[in-house]
């Protein structure tokens, strides 16, 4: 999103300040098996963007994020999401400080008008960890409908991945906290957006990722994802597959993926704005060949309506059922609420 606004001030580049942001508000009913549902309502994100025109080709780019409403008691998350220098000409241009890994559709992109669901699809916490930044530098650029970005990025934590493995890589993310950056990831990312509406992409990442005990060898960490969305037409469909391959950790791989379709149907109900009904079909395994591989392994099944009355502004219902290939498991039945903004 950032980045896009760098772009756009190249043709409509005014001196001073830009501001931004998003937010969203969910409510959430979560039912196991036969028991009681779990209910809550909560402010789930409240984001700023912040930056700053040197020149049409210096800038300065922020992104302050509040999860949850406040931070107390090891509750909520304050986070500096993204606070970096950007140089563009018109065909590269060059990122320092905090950045994000170019990885699948929803790292770059995560504004809630831009997804269907509620909630961001499990897809972008088990196999990409979005939101993931840290401390980094980029080069990225476009040319005959291409765009690319190469990354070079503090790597991951392997205590925080070898502790939490169903998460995939997530408990790995240091945040830009004092980051150890003995280890390195090192992050490519090519799209081709030459097609009004349609994207399609893949990235590759890698590290070393470091543990704290002397004389443990550090997990080794290989992600490589592809991913597609075409939003013209009336049609929104969008495909993100992702596999992440470890040695010397319980789990050999995690893999996943999600599919999305939708139609706009304001037309046919005379109604402004767009109305799409839509299904998903996800599938996450975080911890292939570990011993509880089972227990965690689930596909899922969603039902949605997404209203958009413009643009910048959504309100969203989805209902969805989880199954886990562990038998024993009971069935997760949810239903979503949520109203969502960007601007």
């Known amino acids: 999103m950032l980045a896009n606004i760098s ?3 190249d043709n409509f580049f005014e001196p001073g300040y830009s501001i931004g942001g998003y937010g969203e508000m969910h409510y959430n009913s979560s039912k196991i098996g036969d028991g009681d549902a779990a209910k809550k309502m909560d402010f789930h994100r409240f984001i700023i ?3 700053y025109n040197w020149t049409e080709k210096w800038s300065f780019k922020s992104e302050v994020e509040l999860e ?3 931070v107390k008691d090891g509750n909520g998350e304050l986070e500096l999401e993204q606070a970096f220098i950007n140089y563009h000409s018109d065909k590269i241009g060059f990122q320092a400080g905090v950045i ?7 790292n770059d992109f995560h504004e809630p008008p831009l997804f269907f669901s509620v909630e961001r699809p499990e897809y972008s916490k088990y196999i990409i960890p979005t939101t993931w930044f ?7 650029g476009q040319s005959n409908g291409f765009s690319w970005k190469a990354v070079i990025h503090e790597g991951l934590n392997g205590d925080g991945i070898a502790s939490k493995w169903s998460q995939g890589i997530r408990g790995g993310r240091q945040k830009g906290y004092k980051a150890n950056v003995q280890e390195l990831l090192y992050n ?3 799209a081709y957006t030459g097609m009004p509406g349609f994207r399609v992409g893949g990235s590759f990442s890698t590290t070393q990722a470091l543990k704290s005990d002397e004389g443990e060898k550090p997990i080794g960490v290989s992600l490589m994802e592809a991913h597609a969305k075409y939003d013209a037409n009336g049609f929104m469909v969008v495909a993100e597959w992702g596999n992440i391959s470890y040695s010397d950790h319980s789990a050999k791989s995690s893999t996943g993926y999600y599919f999305d379709l939708g139609y706009d149907i304001s037309k046919m109900l005379n109604l402004d704005g767009k109305l799409y009904p839509w299904i998903r079909v996800t599938d996450i395994n975080p911890g292939v060949g570990h011993e509880s591989e089972d227990k965690k392994h689930y596909s899922k099944m969603m039902l949605g309506l997404t209203y958009k009355p413009i643009n910048q ?3 969203k219902l989805d ?6 290939t562990d038998k024993a498991a009971d069935k997760v039945t949810l239903l979503n609420l949520g109203v969502g903004y960007n601007f």
């Open 188 to 190: 490519g990312r090519i």
């Open 100 to 106: 994000l890994p170019s990885v699948g559709l929803m």
């Open 134 to 140: 840290g401390n980094g530098i980029a080069v990225y």
């Open 49 to 51: 963007y912040y930056g």
């Open 313 to 315: 502004i959504v309100f």
């Open 7 to 9: 772009m756009a001030q």
């Open 68 to 70: 949850h409403n406040y």
């Open 319 to 324: 209902y969805g059922t989880k199954t886990y």
